[in-house]
Nanobody, 119 residues
């Protein structure tokens, strides 16, 4: 059974940084690298939104709000996905989720990690 576990959330002051990690388990060996891995977030009063995706082919794509401040990276050997977040703002506060998707059919989510940015 595939599981995604996010860590690294916490409380940080405005302007600070956090690094989130997502460690996967339960994938059939050799398949993790075929998945598009993404970070999403849900901030108060908003729907869940895409932050960044790291495709199976090695391409990255960012939401406009993340492009200049966040960096997504993945380590296929360790089944690990990271999100380095810099210059954090209070409006970045929310739950951050890891997602693994393949073929429009296989779609897995972690339970999230909470980020709180104080002003």
């Amino acid at each position: 059974q595939v599981q995604l576990v996010e860590t690294g959330g916490g409380v940080v002051q405005s302007g600070g940084s956090l690094n989130l990690s997502c460690v996967a388990s339960g994938f059939t060996p050799g398949t993790y690298q075929n998945y598009a891995m993404s970070w999403y977030r849900q901030t108060p009063g908003k729907d869940r939104e895409l932050i960044a995706t790291y495709s199976a082919g090695g391409f990255t794509k960012y939401a406009d709000f993340a492009a200049d401040r966040f960096i997504i990276s993945r380590d296929n050997a360790r089944w690990k996905l990271d999100l380095q977040m810099n210059s954090l703002k209070p409006e970045d506060s929310g739950m951050y989720y890891c997602n693994a998707e393949f073929g429009g059919y296989f779609d897995f989510w972690g339970r999230g990690t909470l980020v709180t940015v104080s002003s």
